[in-house]
């Protein structure tokens, strides 16, 4: 994949789609077919103009994708040239016009763009689509305005995804995504609790950054390591039962399988969530409540069958 900075500028002709694209759901995928279509109609090279940071108002929410994992996912869909800008206070002062001029027109080369329906754009968002019409059909650059995906009557949107994903519903959430959420991190060891309980867990220390992560819990989970998957179950929370910390733990335990993955990189994905944290009175009662998770999640993959677990 070819990627460019702000500032830079593409030296060929561009079908190009621009929006955050934080997740990469299936609404950004529509975008994403958009231009590729357009950019094999007219003989240009498709192109995505995104961003390596939230706007100002939304820096409190964080991210579903890191800026790597979005690249990637991009590159999977069939992008290979993304053109990355800062949503710093500085980009956020330019007008509607200068972007159009500056970005657009001379920074991506674009001979077309594809834009979300709602998309809005420079100072205090003035521009929209019919602005963007305005401003770039008479350079002869094409706009194509692309309809929101919808789900039970509500537009898809990361927002949307965020909040289901903080609430625990990480099924609905993947459903939107058109994959499973994930976490990535290495491997590392933790007390051993699990491992006395009899129940080993790995112990994922997350990149999250500024990364959301599933409401506390335990969920069936995925674990992706060199190529292969391993079916698991995964505690988000602070183990209340054994210990008093601040830290949120990530502590996965592959079912039927004992495998040493210290120091491994892994993508945890996320199925379903079984239930919420809680402290347990005794370490026979979580022990107990453990066994019944597992078996849970056994019934879950079961279910699945043959199908593709991911």
């Known amino acids: 994949m070819k990627i460019y900075r702000l500032g830079e500028r593409i030296p060929f002709k561009t079908?190009?789609?621009?929006?955050?694209?934080?997740?990469?759901?299936?609404?950004?995928?529509?975008?994403?077919?958009?231009?590729?279509?357009?950019?094999?109609?007219?003989?240009?090279?498709?192109?995505?103009?995104?961003?390596?940071?939230?706007?100002?108002?939304?820096?409190?929410?964080?991210?579903?994708?890191?800026?790597?994992?979005?690249?990637?996912?991009?590159?999977?869909?069939?992008?290979?040239?993304?053109?990355?800008?800062?949503l710093n206070e500085d980009f956020m002062k330019m007008s509607p016009e200068v972007f159009l001029k500056t970005e657009v027109?001379?920074?991506?080369?674009?001979?077309?763009?594809?834009?979300?329906?709602?998309?809005?754009?420079?100072?205090?968002?003035?521009?929209?689509?019919?602005?963007m019409k305005r401003g770039l059909?008479?350079?002869?650059?094409d706009v194509f305005p692309v309809?929101?995906?919808?789900?039970?009557?509500?537009?898809?949107?990361?927002?949307?995804?965020?909040?289901?994903?903080?609430?625990?519903?990480?099924?609905?959430?993947?459903?939107?995504?058109?994959?499973?959420?994930f976490l990535s991190g290495k491997i590392v060891r933790g007390k051993g609790v699990g491992r006395l309980l009899g129940f080993p867990t790995a112990n994922l220390q997350y990149f999250n950054g500024y990364k959301v992560l599933p409401k506390r819990g335990i969920y069936v989970t995925v674990a992706a390591v060199d190529g292969m998957l391993f079916k698991s179950?995964?505690?988000v929370g602070f183990n209340p039962t054994f210990e008093d910390v601040q830290e949120i733990k990530v502590e996965t335990h592959f079912i039927d399988r004992q495998i040493n993955l210290y120091g491994k990189?892994?993508?945890l994905h996320f199925l379903e969530r079984l239930r919420g944290e809680k402290k347990f009175p005794s370490v026979p009662i979580l022990m107990n409540q453990i066994q019944k998770d597992v078996s849970t999640a056994k019934d879950f993959f079961m279910k699945k069958g043959n199908s593709k677990i991911l």
């Open 15 to 86: 079908s190009v789609a621009i929006g955050m694209f934080d997740g990469v759901h299936r609404g950004h995928k529509m975008l994403i077919k958009k231009t590729i279509d357009v950019a094999n109609s007219y003989n240009l090279i498709p192109a995505i103009y995104t961003f390596g940071s939230h706007p100002i108002k939304e820096s409190s929410r964080k991210y579903l994708t890191l800026l790597d994992e979005k690249l990637e996912i991009m590159e999977r869909s069939g992008v290979n040239v993304v053109y990355i800008a800062e």
């Open 105 to 131: 027109c001379k920074k991506v080369n674009a001979k077309s763009v594809i834009i979300g329906e709602n998309f809005r754009f420079g100072k205090d968002r003035r521009g929209d689509v019919a602005f």
């Open 137 to 141: 059909n008479s350079c002869g650059i």
């Open 147 to 181: 309809k929101l995906a919808y789900y039970n009557g509500k537009p898809i949107s990361s927002s949307l995804i965020y909040h289901l994903i903080v609430d625990g519903n990480v099924k609905e959430a993947n459903t939107l995504l058109g994959y499973a959420f």
């Open 233 to 235: 179950v995964t505690n």
């Open 265 to 267: 990189m892994v993508r």
